[in-house]
């Protein structure tokens, strides 16, 4: 069976690939721990291999400094920024998924 892919924008891929970058929140795309391809999509589709190792929900009002520094961003609002870039509309009270994965060798 082929391993699930997890898509990014391409802006990410350096950060995931120096470590900077180990959390992607999701809206309404389920995804489950396991092998992973991390796909970035460039004019040619970039892939690494990789492994979700863990699966959180919790609404966008939760999220953290924490989970905004895991997931590449300098802070809260910059993570909260982007998630309105990728998800217009996106509210407080909106349940998202935090994803954490590390690329694999």
Do not use: C, W
């Amino acid at each position: 069976m082929n391993p699930q892919s997890l898509y990014f924008h391409p802006d990410y891929l350096d950060a995931v690939r120096a470590g900077r970058k180990t959390t992607t929140v999701r809206f309404r795309d389920p995804v489950e721990a396991g092998p992973v391809r991390l796909v970035f999509e460039l004019d040619e589709e970039v892939s690494l291999p990789g492994v979700i190792t863990q699966v959180t929900e919790k609404t966008v009002g939760r999220l953290s400094e924490v989970d905004a520094r895991a997931d590449g961003f300098r802070d809260l609002a910059e993570l909260h920024d982007r998630l309105r870039y990728h998800y217009p509309g996106i509210g407080p009270a909106d349940t998202i998924t935090v994803v954490h994965f590390r690329p694999v060798q």
